[in-house]
């Protein structure tokens, strides 16, 4: 069986050295707030080209806690869109505040567009989805949030490593937000997030939110002011556990991030069947292809051929947010694009570690139905 995604033949290759560092965690007797999570921060940091940053318990909690650092809350409005993962939105309602969806373009980013007529009075925070490993167009966002004063928090979940005009994505707003979920580009083995941010009151604020709003000028020596919050923050801690995971898996990123490529060029030379609508790879664009996404009208008869033969693919996603009943009462208006794209896009297996042969495998069985 091809699975959508797999992650066991990438740990067997690294199995000892996960399995060794684990073993001097528990040993060390440190399993939050120590070495390897100061390691993690600055390792990450530097891969990244950001000044500060801090790693937190989720993704979703990343976009939650940038959000607090702005203050924002009930009666503020958060624009975003709505062919995104649950916890892109589901940390915009955490804060009170509301959701304004707006409409994609067919590369599946947010469409530049109609995003200046989204804008109200009560709108704070835009928050562009680097989709499926690829940057929206931050030259244009930048210059729109600058005109209504607005503040910018990307969504880096699906997007490490990702370049547009040959810069970091989440370093264009005042917060980048990160997933190791264990799908991601860089994932762990558990949940984990990060943020980076140029802005050293961003950073310090975020810092104290993520332990319950206690101060912790050095993580190394957090126990000096246990127990004495300075704001009403939260738990969203990285164990020590998972970070040495990631310290392992980063120093292979940019060879995993090589790889993906290699795959979606396999993708996009053989797939010939003219019903397949094939992935667009924007201009000043490095895509880095968390998930290669291609869309038919025909999903249905596609998916139930692939799956005979033992071949499975995902779907990424086939409900939009707004149709959601936990989101209905979220504004939106004329997400033409985003519900016609959620009934025909799936996706094709990116992971590292798949073979060439399975590849080639995939290609033959799409262009022969």
Not at 203 to 214: A, H, P, S, V
Request: aromatic content about 10%; some cysteine.
């Amino acid at each position: 069986m091809i699975k959508s995604w797999d992650y066991l033949n990438e740990y067997l290759l690294i199995k000892d050295k996960i399995q060794k560092s684990i073993d001097g965690v528990l040993k060390g007797g440190n399993l939050f707030f120590g070495k390897e999570l100061d390691k993690f921060e600055k390792n990450f940091l530097k891969i990244n080209n950001a000044k500060y940053g801090v790693a937190v318990g989720s993704g979703t909690d990343a976009i939650y806690l940038s959000l607090k650092a702005l203050n924002i809350g009930y009666g503020d409005e958060v624009i975003t869109v709505a062919n995104t993962a649950i916890p892109t939105v589901s940390a915009i309602i955490s804060t009170g505040a509301t959701v304004k969806f707006i409409d994609i373009g067919n590369d599946f980013l947010i469409n530049i567009n109609k995003l200046e007529k989204a804008i109200s009075k009560k709108t704070k925070v835009l928050i562009p989805v680097h989709l499926y490993g690829q940057s929206c167009n931050m030259k244009k966002i930048i210059k729109i949030a600058k005109k209504y004063k607005l503040k910018i928090i990307e969504d880096c979940a699906q997007a490490q490593g990702a370049k547009f005009m040959n810069k970091n994505i989440g370093t264009f707003g005042i917060t980048g937000c990160f997933s190791f979920y264990p799908t991601k580009i860089l994932g762990a083995y558990g949940d984990g997030g990060f943020v980076t941010t140029n802005s050293k009151k961003i950073f310090q604020k975020i810092k104290r939110l993520r332990f319950y709003g206690m101060e912790q000028s050095d993580s190394s020596k957090w126990w000096n002011k246990r127990y004495y919050a300075v704001e009403n923050g939260t738990n969203s801690r990285m164990s020590e556990i998972q970070a040495s995971i990631l310290n392992i898996k980063i120093k292979y990123l940019n060879q995993n991030i090589k790889r993906r490529r290699e795959i979606a060029k396999m993708y996009n030379d053989g797939i010939k069947n003219p019903c397949i609508i094939k992935p667009i790879e924007n201009k000043n664009n490095l895509h880095v292809y968390h998930l290669y996404v291609v869309a038919s009208k025909n999903r249905k008869t596609i998916l139930k051929k692939m799956k005979k033969e033992k071949i499975i693919l995902g779907i990424q996603y086939p409900y939009p947010i707004h149709k959601m009943k936990a989101y209905k009462n979220s504004k939106f208006k004329n997400l033409t694009n985003t519900e016609k794209q959620a009934k025909k896009i799936f996706s094709l297996p990116t992971y590292p570690l798949i073979e060439n042969y399975k590849i080639k495998k995939i290609i033959k069985i799409l262009n022969s139905i």
